[in-house]
């Protein structure tokens, strides 16, 4: 259907109909019949207001997907297709490490192949949107929904944008096991007051514009069809009425045209904010701020039409509002398909196939970040290994997000231990659960696992015994999957109670102990590191995760992945990451001399383990750090070089990453800032010369006047292993 039928199409819609379009409902509604009570009829959703809403949220499958649209386009006064909706994380039944995980690899290939696989299988099953990526940037560990986003860098966060954009999208969302992404949440959720959920956000519009917006403006420019509002106020102005932030910023300066939905309920809380007087108030702040969709409250379709009656909102707002929820459905192909590619067959073929479960290891190996290892690592064959902790037998070791994840459809450690056991000598013991009931409070509404405290001693001397008669031990512990995600903020990031106690007890029989992380955030992780000669941080990695884990521990993989969010010393540094500023009494612990400086009196100023940062087994030495030449005009370019090589006894591969300083600047300027990485791949024994470009681009930043450019000046160039490399060269921007 071209522009004009569709324009002919809305010209033709009654007011009702039109106003209907912007309703997203639940699928219960559909599926359950759900009853229509009092407070929900009061609320706006009706008979009428379903039979016309433009959008459904929750899996239907593909066959109760179809009866659903029939039904619908049948009922609909113009046979307008109903559109379909899913929170598709970091897969659909196939489960990927989440996407904190996935920054981990400094691969944004990674990401946009698992973001085409669960496209795939979501599409066969009816589902047209999903609301992802996540793209807020996240320095404070404490906020749950860390585990969504790629961390706390502008350009690692921009890249992996793209790529999980162009991964669910391609090049044209009509084609064939493509769905339309939703870039969230716009704008700075990620920046949470005291890193409490849906708390208020207080940025400088230079942070906002320098640091968080970048990502965002990535994905519009990348064609992301869809952005979702945020929870929170900015500059005092909840997101989903705040003009300024969708109209100008959004629409205006990054060109987004493309449907613009509400959080859940998001513009019924502007009441609750103290920003509207009523919801009809909200429905005309949401409307005049540009939000096409009203996820879940009804509050367009009682409203709108009265206050387009008295003046308050245009009716070519609506139109506009209107014609783009309609001109992603033609996009997508409905109009001539109502299905698209839902097909009950190929959900029997697709879903959970092998090539997905393969790239599933395969994401999930490159993910994982060995923070220490003092030689225990990897396994070697015919030894004594003791498999110990809650999370050896564990299934559930997939994001809180993954909601199609299903136990069944994991492997296990022990699992995957099993396979290879003929050649390693093993043993399993639980040692505890994941909570013990002094962790009760760490996941409401959830009951931990009862258990007498007699068969809890039981449970621990087993472990004890394993331990006692092994040459080593990987001790598998880590947060429960619902101790992250939304609504799961933590003001204290230590592992559960019970789990030290397992920790203790094993560490006093044998200290040759590798400990496994699962986690979805941060975590404090200091007594870990004082008990243990190794850690690997695996986070939760999906549905191949137990195969991945045993690859690496036997060292089939040796680790690459590295930190996109640095891990703190302790709680009380967060937010905490690499590019801060200088402050004007900075301190410097190789001078010393803490008196009147920038500094804590009890713990480092430094995380305990940094942005980028990441171990192999492989052991990799830089060398020849040099510039192609030390200046440049706009308009040139600057090669910087370095020497890698590989002087340990395994295979690896290192990401080398490229930091630059700005000097001297305008506004005051980061420490160092991620302005490039190369992943490279080195035998034992061979070097390779690395080589990145440095261009006048990549110095911009956002200056007083909130615009974007280069100023003159010196630059210092780093090429290292992480964030915390030390060795520069400069050169000057004349």
Known sequence: MDQQKLKELLQDMSLPEKINQLLQVTSGFFIDDVELTGPIRENGITEQSIAQAGSVIGLLGAKKYKEIQDAYIKKHPHNIPLLLMLDVINGFRTIFPIPLAQGATFEPEVSKRCAQIAAKESAVSGVHVTFAPMVDLVRDARWGRVMESTGEDAKLNSDFAIAMVEGFQGTNVGEEYKIAACVKHFAAYGAPTAGRDYNTVELSENTLRGYYLPAYEAAVKAGVEMVMTSFNTLNGIP??????????????????????????????????????NDRKEAAGLAMNAGVDIDMMTGIYSKNLESLIEDGTVKEELLDEAVLRILALKNKLGLFENPYKDADEEKEKEIILCEEHRKVSLEAAEKSFVLLKNDGILPLKKKEKIAFI??????????????????????????????????????????????????????????????????????????????????????????????????????????LPKVQYKLLDAIYEVNPNIA?????????????????????????????????????????????????PMSFPYCVGQVPVHYNEYFTGRPYDPKTGGKEYRSNYRDIPNAPLYSFGYGLSYAKFQYDELKLSKDSMSNGETIEAYVTLKNVGEYAGTETVQLYIRDCVGSVVRPRKELKGYQKIMLQPGEAKKVTFEITEEMLRFCKADSSFGSEKGEFYVFLGTDSSTEEFVSFNLN
């Not at 001397?461 to 799961?488: T, Y």
Request: hydrophobic share 40%.
């Open 389 to 494: 902790g809650p999370f050896v037998s564990e299934k559930e070791i997939y994001g809180v997000w993954s909601m199609l994840g299903r136990p069944e459809d994991t492997v296990s450690i022990e699992e995957a231990a099993d396979k290879i056991r003929m050649d390693y000598e093993f043993t399993f013991a639980k040692g505890c659960n994941i909570l013990g009931d002094e962790d009760s409070d760490l996941i409401p509404n959830q009951h931990v696992q009862e258990m007498s405290k007699e068969d809890e001693e039981r449970m621990l001397q087993e472990a004890v015994e394993a331990a006692k008669n092994a040459d080593k031990i990987v001790l598998a512990l880590g947060e429960h999957r619902r101790m992250s995600g939304e609504a799961a903020s933590r003001s204290d990031l230590t």
């Open 239 to 276: 997101s989903t009425g705040n003009q300024w932030l969708m109209r100008n910023v959004l629409r205006d300066e990054m060109g987004f045209d493309g449907v613009l939905i509400s959080d859940w309920a998001a513009i019924e809380e502007l009441l609750y904010h103290g920003y509207a």
């Open 515 to 563: 400990v496994l992380i699962f986690t979805g955030r941060p975590l404090d992780l200091r007594e870990v590191s004082e008990k243990s000669k190794a850690i690997l941080n695996v986070w939760l990695p999906g549905t191949e995760g137990g195969t991945a884990i045993l690859n690496t521990l036997i060292g089939k993989v040796s680790p690459s992945g590295k930190l």
